[in-house]
């Protein structure tokens, strides 16, 4: 009986096992930090080798740059390791925010998570919130949250995080090659043009689609079944 006990008393803490538990491989490392990137505006390649990994952490690790600067990402775990390591990118000083910049967001509104989730988690509206991204920055990005909810996350997603495409279950409305009807919205005005998607689409996700009439790729946001719209801040 005792074995019982003690076995049971396990449980909960199995259950909630941070996905870090085991140490971060080099691929979650770029993944947390390409994500904090994003969310940030900020574009570059993150320098780590394959042969790096970071210790254990039974937290998600915050990311934040040094000192303000990108170029030096420090991933810090606030659990019970307590432990800061350094990453390097290829984030330019001049691309860096400024302290005021950083005080006023600018782009459009993406999902991010309110809180932290592991993968097989379904996606519920207390979950989610809009924050808003620089252009440029767009590619696989949720913007619709009647897209995500009741979604099932294919990852782990650490608190603050945007949403990409690729972290759910794959829901296409619009395929790779189709047409796709295309609706400019721009100065109060509907435009409607015919388009070829160049990638596929989930509701609510910004993809690539081809004008025909103009033969240019714009980014679009996916909202029916081989329907897309443009808005003026995404081009």
């Known amino acids: 009986m005792k074995l019982k006990a003690l076995l049971l008393a396990l449980l909960p803490a199995t259950a909630m096992a941070s996905p870090y538990a085991d140490g971060i491989s080099p691929n979650e490392l770029t993944d947390l930090v390409s994500q904090a990137m994003v969310a940030a505006g900020q574009r570059g390649e993150i320098h780590v080798s394959q042969m790096r990994g970071f ?11 040094r000192s303000g600067d990108w170029r030096t990402v420090e991933l810090r775990c606030t659990g019970t390791q307590n432990w800061s390591r350094a990453v ?9 925010p400024n302290r005021s910049a950083r005080t006023q ?8 998570l309110t809180e932290s989730l592991s993968a097989g988690a379904v996606i519920e509206a207390e979950h989610l919130t809009l924050k808003p991204v620089r252009d440029g920055t767009l590619d696989g990005l949720m913007t619709d949250p009647q897209s995500v909810i009741g979604r099932v996350l294919t990852v782990n997603l650490g608190q603050g995080r945007p949403v990409l495409a690729r972290h759910l279950e794959h829901n296409w409305l619009v395929t ?10 721009t100065a109060g005005m509907l435009i409607l043009a015919s388009g070829i998607a160049t ?4 509701r609510g996700q910004i993809i690539a689609v081809r004008n025909v009439d103009s033969d240019r790729l ?18």
């Open 105 to 112: 967001p600018v782009g459009i509104p993406v999902l991010t």
């Open 176 to 185: 790779e090659g189709t047409p796709v009807a295309i609706i400019y919205d």
């Open 55 to 65: 210790p254990a952490c039974d937290t998600t690790p915050d990311i934040s740059p």
């Open 88 to 96: 390097r990118t290829s984030v330019s000083a001049a691309t860096a």
């Open 199 to 202: 990638e596929n689409g989930q």
């Open 218 to 235: 714009v980014k679009a946001i996916v909202t029916e079944r081989n329907k897309v719209r443009v808005t003026a801040k995404m081009n």
